[in-house]
């Protein structure tokens, strides 16, 4: 209980404080920033162990939604990084690669219909694409 509550101590730190990476270094969507980490749905602390988090489904998205699931936390590691990159390039980049490991989870956890990650996985999705389309919009000049 103790462990738990150390971790929800740290997210609420993050949340008063602010994050202090700063999004226009490359983040390593695989084994990005603990800080980072804390601000993701706590589906994605297991997966990235973070300290002191039990591994149990409620933490872990491959136990709740099998290994196919694998990308979605290191996608939005990347939706996260495209909110703070400081350039166009950058956060159409971060955007792209968001994508890519949305529809790897899509199409790969379609078939595990009590996987929680399903319908938020597709609303981060069309977010994704619309903020594409935005920034392509501006690039062009429409």
Known sequence: MIKLQRALLLVLIVICFGPVWGGEDDVDRWNPPMDLVAT???????????A????????????SCGVWSNHYCPG????????????????????VSAKKE?????????????CSVLP??????????LELQVLKGQKYGR
């Open 40 to 50: 993701l749905p706590k589906m994605c602390w297991g997966f990235f162990k973070m």
């Open 52 to 63: 002191n988090v039990p591994d149990t489904p409620e933490y872990n998205v491959l136990l």
């Open 76 to 95: 939005l590691v990347r939706l996260k990084a495209a909110a703070k990159a400081k350039t166009k390039q950058k956060r159409e980049e971060y955007l």
């Open 102 to 114: 949305m529809e790897y989870t899509l199409r790969n956890v379609k078939e595990v219909p009590e």
């Open 120 to 129: 938020i996985a597709k609303s981060n999705l069309d977010f994704i694409n």
